[in-house]
């Protein structure tokens, strides 16, 4: 699948070398996007409301071939993006352009009939519809990124090689590089559908890789659809978990919110969490013995659901939601093993549920090498023993940009595939 990428001049400030496009990719000519003076943070500007812009963008489809076909297009995106009552005011607004086309006891040169339609298309506003994206699923679309860093670091970039790589509901992208000194850029793909999740990572090269990202926001173009994916978290050697990728799960942002409430809307959790994606509470909100079970109880229901129903394997961007997002397993399954523990200061400074699964592999390998002992375990013990140690061998040794928050969530995961969660 061809994917091009767009630098904007926020990145064309902060450094001039070219990021290299993998093969089978094509860079496009440079936009003028740009931050705003004196500012580290990126700025997220409107699209224009425009009854033209829209056209422009249905007739820029391929896809399409047919006047009766644009005609529908245009209807169904104006329809996502609430607009089609507004579109139909501008465009019935010409008279003499009505005159010209419609009898004159034509519905459309009836000012009450007219006024009344156009009141009923308005109630339409109160339902959110993707029309437009679920049709079109072959379709182009450009799609604009915009990173804001910590405010608490001086650094608004890293020297690293970055990349992000977008999933949805009908789709995901290869890695994306993320233009070298840029904060905001723009690429075009295949229709992904509603986005769900995002990863954002780097090579961890160069004098300064370390990166404090806040947040990610992700803008389809042409539907106007705006994705806020919360990170808060180090991506680098020797800090953090040491990680040098993340998982983001992301959340459909209301149209209503602008980009500068955007900016505030999207505040940093706390610098130290223990999910990829969600903020760890502070001790006095930890979740109770009742409502961790609770949580538990929903969070593996929800997925039976899916999967008993699943068909298709567009469901696949959910089954991460259920798994990796807030409240889902991991995060569940994360507040069962940290509530309780009596002391953190056989963990270092910051506890991480990753550090006390390589001790229980250490002691279940002495245990199983200790095979004259009062301690041999059952063989069918050790077999889960075994698979065990195995698993965590695994992840440690192939996983190099995980972390150990992302160490854990892929523990999960995999046993949760290979229905190893009971026995382990």
Known sequence: MALETDLSPSSQRHGREGHKLPEGRSQISSSPASLPPNSEQPNLRPLPVSLTADMRNVQAMTDIKTHIGYARAWVRLSLEKKLLSRHLRTLLSDSALLRSQYKRYAFLR??????????????????DYFCFTNTYTGTKLPYRVVIFPSRKTSAATTSANSWVAVSGTLGETSPVPIPRGALEFLFRHKNLGILTTLRIG????????????????????VTGHTYKFPCGRWLGRGIDDDSTERLLVGELVPRDVDSDELVE????????????????????????????????????????????????DKERSTLTLLLCGETGLVYCLEQAFLTGFKS?????RNLYLWDYFLRAKEQFEATLLDSDGDMTPHPSEKQILHCYCNLVNQIGSTSHTLGKDGKFQLF?????RWVLLPPL
């Open 110 to 127: 009836c000012e009450d009939e007219k006024e009344q339609f156009l009141y009923h298309l308005l109630t339409l506003n109160a339902v």
């Open 202 to 221: 780097h090579d961890n090269s160069g004098p300064s890789p370390k990166w404090m990202v806040e947040h990610v926001v992700v803008r389809n173009e």
């Open 265 to 312: 809307t999207c505040r940093t959790p706390p610098p130290r969490c223990h999910s990829p994606s969600v903020p760890r509470r502070s001790q006095d909100a930890r979740p109770s013995l009742a409502e961790i079970q609770h949580m538990l109880g929903d969070a593996v229901n929800s997925i039976v659901k899916l999967l008993y129903h699943r068909k298709h």
């Open 344 to 348: 953190t200061r056989l963990f270092g």
């Open 412 to 416: 999960v995961c995999l046993c949760a």
